[in-house]
């Protein structure tokens, strides 16, 4: 599974992903925020591998920018072996779901 929030930039949802060339990781990052971060202390050191990350080489991730434009309800995504992604449930949902399927199993008990 992997997550549609920034973990290394304040846990918020990706608006827009990025990564830096001079990066090996596929994982992206939030580039308003890390943009945000530089202005006020330039460090330009990528939030995930700590490697040189200027501006000139960071590029947007397309893929994730396109999975984050697709499923704007969902905090999780699954990738398939296949390369394709599925959208995961939000925690609230699945729990609400089985306190559904919980109260009609007791009531089908007592009819």
């Known amino acids: ?5 920034c973990p290394q930039l304040g846990k ?7 990564r830096a060339l001079t990066c ?7 580039a308003a925020l890390y943009l945000q971060m530089n202005e006020k202390k330039p460090t330009w050191t990528c939030p995930v591998c700590d490697k040189k990350a ?3 080489s960071l590029i947007i991730d397309g893929l994730f920018m396109e999975i984050l434009n697709s499923c704007s309800d969902c905090d999780e995504i699954q990738f398939m072996e ?23 199993r007791r009531l089908k008990l007592l009819t």
């Open 1 to 5: 599974m992997r997550e549609l929030a």
């Open 24 to 30: 090996a990781h596929l994982q992206s990052f939030d």
């Open 82 to 104: 296949d390369g394709s992604w599925c959208p995961m449930k939000p925690k609230k949902e699945a729990s609400e779901r089985e306190i559904h399927q919980r109260i009609r």
């Open 12 to 18: 918020m949802r990706l608006t827009v992903p990025c």
């Open 54 to 56: 200027p501006y000139e």
